[in-house]
Nanobody, 123 residues
Framework: QVQLVESGGGLVQPGGSLRLSCAAS????????IGWFRQAPGKEREFVATIRWSGGDTIYADSVKGRFIIFRDSDKIAVYLQMNSLKPEDTAVYYC????????????????WGQGTQVTVSS
């Protein structure tokens, strides 16, 4: 059974950092692309970053480039999103997703989704 489980969300002050984790199980990651998306209240789900499991190629949304880093841990079979210099506009539910298309920045290009983790940036 394919499973993606996010963790690491929470409340952080503007300028702070958080690291989100996405633990993957139930499928082989060779040829898989893992992405992070976010959805704020009243807004559409938007692309944040993606990483190709084989090779580690990455793509970032312009809104997070230079602040967020996506990376993987082959031993733990997990993908992480290190979020630095957080802004109130980063507040959203963050989802990880898995698919077989690369590059892929559209939600419809991903086949499997986690349940999401809330990130709130506020003073």
């Amino acid at each position: 059974q394919v499973q993606l489980v996010e963790s690491g969300g929470g409340l952080v002050q503007p300028g702070g950092s958080l690291r989100l984790s996405c633990a993957a199980s139930g499928f082989t990651l060779d040829g898989v692309n893992i992405g992070w998306f976010r959805q704020a209240p009243g807004k559409e789900r938007e692309f944040v970053a993606t990483i190709r499991w084989s090779g580690g190629d990455t793509i970032y949304a312009d809104s997070v480039k230079g602040r967020f880093i996506i990376f993987r841990d082959s031993d733990k079979i997990a993908v992480y999103l290190q979020m630095n210099s957080l802004k109130p506009e980063d507040t959203a539910v963050y989802y990880c997703a898995a698919g077989h298309l690369y590059p892929a920045a559209l939600a419809g290009q991903y086949e499997y989704w986690g349940q999401g983790t809330q990130v709130t940036v506020s003073s």
